[in-house]
């Protein structure tokens, strides 16, 4: 950190990086990512999903495809999307949800937005004639367009849902992945997409006693509707009279605590770290505009929004929102890119400005202060809200700030903090999701490739991908991740680079009877080691960061060394991936 006194500003900075240093030293744990529990074993009724068609009986598929996709979310979506335009043969999509829509399929908590705007974060709006009511949609409004692609691209025909893919084998004889379900299916597939989210292994902090809790506690990505009533536009009539506790203050915790303190007659907010809470300025699609938007807007308009957040300015900043403005106001007026100097200084003012939000807005000043955030803004995710810090002004919120070291034991009654039990009627865990540590636990698939090497063995000394989609040794096989691929604020902007990249390489092999096709063993590692030497400052910044799942909780596992996105960024990824469909992948890749 610099120790210049910023001229613009009051702002003490060695001060401040004590503070900083002190914030993130209290919130170390040396149990780091294994402090959290895994919907599973003594935890897996809070798996259970509220939208399943309770009790469904099918008949086990045996079937032979040229592509299965498993995960119907966005990524899987694009993905057989992208097949369909290119006449790629047959196609299956299994499922675990009812429906499609991944983590808008989930995450039904009641205030849930995308923090992206709408018109860069839905997919295919030119082409489907779509138009987002808001400029930060609705969680609703984006699972309705989920299944609108799935029904405009005829993909329902093809979907397994409630199912869940189990093992993935090659068979080298045949040249095909056999894969089985928890249904008992059977599908011989030539390709596999594996698009199981980023964010689709919900976790529970590991608090001692949570299975002892006698009222009802959920997660908020399987948010229990029958309890609270209402529906995500709130009015949660089913927690009236009730006293409410909810864990966690990220971008769920911010969203989801404005229509529960409306609602209960008591709301316990269990703090750890606090957010950082920009404005939101939502507002409705002035309808007008968006039609009178030229052809090619839409990946314009995502091409500019990434272009600005990688901190590359352009002549014009067409999303101008809180996200775009740190990178905007020091980039105009250095007129190029931004200097890792001036991004600190304005990551600085930034959360400066954050800072002083809050005591603009919430009247008790304990309270304030126990709500400002002392880390790097891009530290965590930021989040955006205009009723968040409005909530701690109405009498029946409690903001119990555990002062970093979070809740000490849940018991029959209620939460503990600083050895008083606080007595509830229900505890809700927004307390996010597992992010980068293992693929193969996040997505729950055995994968073996040739040799019947497993995955796992694979990258027991780290991930080792090409592009982040491929790896020698597992032919035909892609996955849709952030790991070791460049990726955008705007993770849809990654995930069609991805989708379309995969479509040519199938469409390709297809349509040249390639049977097989893997990364050489020279490509990979060399994007292996282009991915090491390129990670080293994100490393270097996340390493002085609070603990949170972008650091793994603030102490990497060596095992976790390679799990990082390719730090050149998502404009220089895209290239790449341009560049292989552009020369007809003539290099890096090994066809049989
Ligand atoms: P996060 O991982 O961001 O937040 C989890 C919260 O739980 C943190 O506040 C964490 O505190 C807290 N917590 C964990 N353990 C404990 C404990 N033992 N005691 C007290 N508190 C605890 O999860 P989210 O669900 O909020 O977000 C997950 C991802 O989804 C993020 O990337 C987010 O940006 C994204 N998201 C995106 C949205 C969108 O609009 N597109 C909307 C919602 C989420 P601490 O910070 O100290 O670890």
Redesign the pocket.
């Known amino acids: 950190m610099t120790t210049e006194r910023d001229p613009n500003s009051d702002i003490d900075i060695e001060a401040l990086a004590r503070r900083y240093a002190e914030e993130r030293e209290k919130?170390l744990r040396g149990d780091a990512v294994s402090?959290?529990q895994h919907l599973e074993g003594k935890f897996a009724t809070f798996d259970a999903d509220p939208n399943a068609v309770p009790d469904l009986v099918r008949d086990a598929v045996i079937r032979e495809v040229d592509v299965l996709v498993i995960g119907g979310g966005y990524g899987g979506l694009l993905t057989a999307i992208q097949l369909r335009k290119r006449g790629v043969g047959t196609i299956s999509i299994i499922e675990k949800g009812a429906d499609f829509g991944g983590?808008w399929y989930w995450?039904r908590y009641p205030g849930?937005?995308?923090?992206?705007e709408s018109y860069i974060?839905l997919p295919l709006l030119e082409e489907t004639g779509f138009v987002p009511s808001e400029r930060?949609a609705r969680g609703e409004e984006i699972y309705t367009q989920c299944r609108l692609l799935a029904e405009k691209f005829d993909l329902y025909r093809d979907a397994l849902f409630q199912t869940l893919a189990e093992s993935l084998i090659w068979d080298e004889k045949n040249r095909r992945w056999t894969v089985t379900t928890n249904r008992g299916d059977r599908i011989e597939a030539r390709f596999v997409v594996s698009a199981t989210g980023l964010?689709s292994s919900p976790k529970l902090?590991?608090?001692p006693g949570i299975e002892t809790f006698e009222g009802p506690s959920f997660h908020?990505?399987r948010w229990d509707y029958g309890f609270t009533g209402g529906s995500a536009d709130g009015d949660l009539v089913g927690l009236h009279g009730k006293t409410v506790g909810i864990?966690?203050?990220?971008?769920?915790?911010?969203?989801c605590v404005p229509p529960v303190a409306r609602a209960a007659a008591h709301l316990y907010l269990?703090?750890?770290?606090p957010?950082s809470v920009d404005v939101r300025g939502n507002r409705p699609t002035d309808v007008e505009w968006y039609r009178a938007q030229p052809p090619g807007w839409q990946r314009e308009r995502m091409m500019n929004f990434t272009q600005w957040t990688s901190g590359l300015p352009q002549a014009v900043d067409m999303v101008s929102d809180s996200m775009t403005d740190l990178f905007r106001e020091k980039a105009v007026s250095s007129g190029m890119e931004m200097t890792p100097e001036q991004r600190e200084a304005a990551e600085i003012l930034k959360m400066e400005r954050v800072r002083q939000r809050i005591d603009s807005i919430v009247e008790n000043k304990e309270t304030a202060a126990a709500l400002k955030p002392y880390f790097h803004y891009f530290c965590?995710?930021p989040?955006f809200s205009d009723n968040y810090l409005q909530v701690f002004n109405r009498s029946n919120v409690t903001l119990v700030d555990?002062a970093?070291?979070?809740?000490e034991k849940v018991t029959p009654r209620g939460l503990v903090v600083g050895g008083r039990e606080y007595a509830l009627d229900c505890i809700i865990?927004?307390?996010?999701?597992d992010?980068m540590t293992s693929y193969t636990r996040e997505s729950g698939l055995t994968v073996k490739g040739r040799g019947g090497v497993s995955l796992d063995e694979r990258w027991k000394d780290g991930v080792h991908t090409l592009f982040g989609m491929q790896t020698r040794g597992f032919p035909n096989f892609f996955v849709l991740t952030i790991v070791q691929a460049g990726t955008s604020i705007n993770y849809l902007h990654t995930a069609d680079a991805q989708s379309i990249y995969m479509a040519d390489l199938i469409a390709h092999c297809m349509s040249n009877g390639i049977e097989t096709v893997e990364p050489t063993q020279e490509a990979e590692q060399q994007w292996v080691d282009l991915c090491v030497s390129l990670s080293a400052d994100r490393h270097a910044f996340f390493e002085k960061c609070?603990?949170?799942?972008f650091n793994f909780?603030g102490k990497r596992p060596r095992e976790f060394e390679l799990n990082s996105p390719f730090g050149g960024g998502p404009l220089a990824y895209f290239e790449y991936l341009e560049q292989m469909s552009a020369n007809g992948f003539a290099e890096k890749l090994e066809f049989h």
């Open positions: 919130r402090q959290y983590t995450n849930i937005r995308c923090d992206v974060y930060y964010y902090p590991g608090i908020t990505s864990i966690g203050t990220g971008s769920t915790g911010i969203q269990f703090q750890r770290t957010a965590k995710r989040g555990t970093g070291q979070g809740v865990y927004a307390t996010g999701f992010f609070t603990p949170s799942y909780e």
